[in-house]
């Protein structure tokens, strides 16, 4: 039997507890794999930028970059914003973000070039 609205507009669709707008096939597993592999160590925040990701993915179809940056910036604003998502996300928020969310993340989003982008 069905335990929510969800599960009745998109049988068969097994997203993690706690992450309704994940992409099909994306677990918490994977994310804390990608985090181990680029020397990440999860927080709570980390987990509310995953959530933060998908939720906006959900919601436009292709978002690009200035938007998603915007968004999270806001987001967070209490905390420090975009700066205080550069701390906890190194390579940066919108493209490391989007690699522990199970996203593409758009064009443009890495730059080399800048300082605090590994």
């Known amino acids: 039997m069905a335990e929510s609205m969800n599960d009745i507009l998109h049988p068969g669709d097994n997203r ?3 992450f309704p707008d994940a992409p099909a ?3 918490p597993v994977q994310a ?7 020397n990440l160590e999860m927080s709570e925040d980390h987990w509310e930028v995953i959530r933060a990701l998908q ?3 959900s919601r436009a179809e292709d978002p690009g970059v200035r938007t998603i940056h915007d968004a ?3 987001h967070f604003h ?19 973000g989007c690699r522990l969310a199970g996203l593409r993340a758009p064009a443009g989003s890495t730059d080399t070039s800048f300082g605090s982008v590994q």
Do not use: C, K, M, N
């Open 16 to 18: 993690a507890p706690g």
């Open 25 to 27: 096939g994306w677990t």
């Open 32 to 38: 804390e794999r990608f985090a181990e592999a680029e």
């Open 55 to 57: 939720r906006l993915f």
């Open 72 to 74: 999270l910036d806001e």
């Open 78 to 96: 209490s905390r420090g914003g975009i700066r205080y998502l550069y701390r906890i996300l190194p390579a940066g928020p919108v493209a490391q």
